[in-house]
């Protein structure tokens, strides 16, 4: 099975904290993306990658910066959290541009 | 990507057929239909997806009309764990690398 692991389901930050999500997919997948969902807003696209070191803008990319090292990781980083960031954040992977959206399981941000 | 309509919320009775509905009507001759669902508290879940044939998986069957400007997803006996928000996405394959989720339809399976 596709497994989409994301480091943490619980996390609570401080304003102004430096804040990194982390994501790992074993199935070799060359797309992967950063969502973040909010009550009555949906999921909304955040940043996404499509090969190793290349990122693209989603919708909502102010705040945040990804980074895409290896294949199988693609993390978010906050550079300096803030409390409107308080949300869920949701890992997804796909085989190239067809086919399903594998997600993880959700990292849920407090930021105080 | 063509936007979607779908209604905020729906109920069935458990052992029941579920009927939830999607508008697409601004949908172009290569957008496919997609349908994904969330449980409460985990990661969305792909369901099923087509271009203007129904298909039909383990998990559901996906009816879209002969204009594509509307599409039912149907879970035919509904069980307690299909409760979960459902999501019915529109786009062209091959057109870029991202799915636009809206606001789905929360569907409440009841006993």
């Known amino acids: 099975d596709v497994k989409v692991t994301q480091s943490s389901r619980y996390l609570v930050k401080r304003t102004g904290e430096k804040v990194f999500l982390e994501c790992v997919q074993d199935?070799?997948?060359?797309?992967m993306f950063w969502y973040r969902q909010d009550p009555g807003l949906g999921l909304r696209l955040i940043y996404f990658s499509y090969d190793v070191k290349m990122k693209e803008k989603g919708d909502i990319p102010e705040g945040y910066s990804v980074s895409r090292e290896k294949k199988e990781r693609f993390s978010l980083i906050l550079e300096s959290a803030s409390t409107n960031q308080t949300s869920m954040y949701l890992c997804?992977?796909?085989?190239?541009?067809?086919?399903?959206?594998?997600f993880g399981e959700g990292s849920r941000l407090t930021v105080l | 990507d063509a936007k979607t309509t779908q209604p905020p919320s729906m109920d069935c009775a458990e052992g029941r057929a579920a009927n939830l509905p999607c508008n697409h009507s601004?949908?172009?001759?290569?957008?496919?239909v997609y349908w994904y669902r969330q449980i409460h508290s985990q990661g969305p879940q792909y369901i099923i997806h087509g271009l203007k044939n129904n298909e039909t998986n383990e998990m559901a069957s996906l009816i879209i009309t002969e204009d594509r400007k509307s599409s039912t997803l149907i879970l035919p006996h509904a069980t307690l764990r299909d409760t979960a928000v459902y999501y019915c996405i529109v786009r062209v394959e091959n057109s870029g690398y991202a799915l636009n989720f809206g606001k789905g339809t929360s569907l409440l399976v009841t006993p």
């Open positions: 997804a992977s796909r085989r190239g541009n067809t086919g399903e959206l594998f």
């Open positions: 199935m070799d997948h060359e797309n």
């Open positions: 601004t949908i172009s001759g290569n957008e496919y």
